[in-house]
């Protein structure tokens, strides 16, 4: 019975997190003598779709690795502009 009860509480916790959602943040500096070499700055969101979209995050939209529609138009475009630089009437 135990068990049952945990497994409800990490489910209950992700529920939470998902639907209020979490960004944890952080830099990692390297850095010689007090001269900065590299800097990487990490930001981590989890949230559900719905969640991200309420606050604006929505890059997967526009993005044409996750977006089959978007990689299309872009393709569509890359051809005008070339068959453009070739003289090619396009047929309609």
Do not use: C
């Amino acid at each position: 019975m135990q068990h049952s009860a945990q497994s409800t509480n990490i489910l209950d916790i992700l529920e939470k997190i998902l639907d209020k959602g979490i960004v944890i943040a952080g830099d990692i500096k390297i850095a010689l003598a007090d001269v900065e070499l590299l800097t990487i700055k990490i930001r981590l969101v989890v949230a559900s779709i719905d969640k991200a979209m309420e606050i604006g995050l929505n890059w997967w939209q526009d993005d044409p690795y996750f977006n089959s529609s978007v990689k299309g138009k872009l393709l569509h475009d890359r051809i005008n502009r070339i068959e453009d630089k070739l003289g090619i009437k396009q047929e309609e």
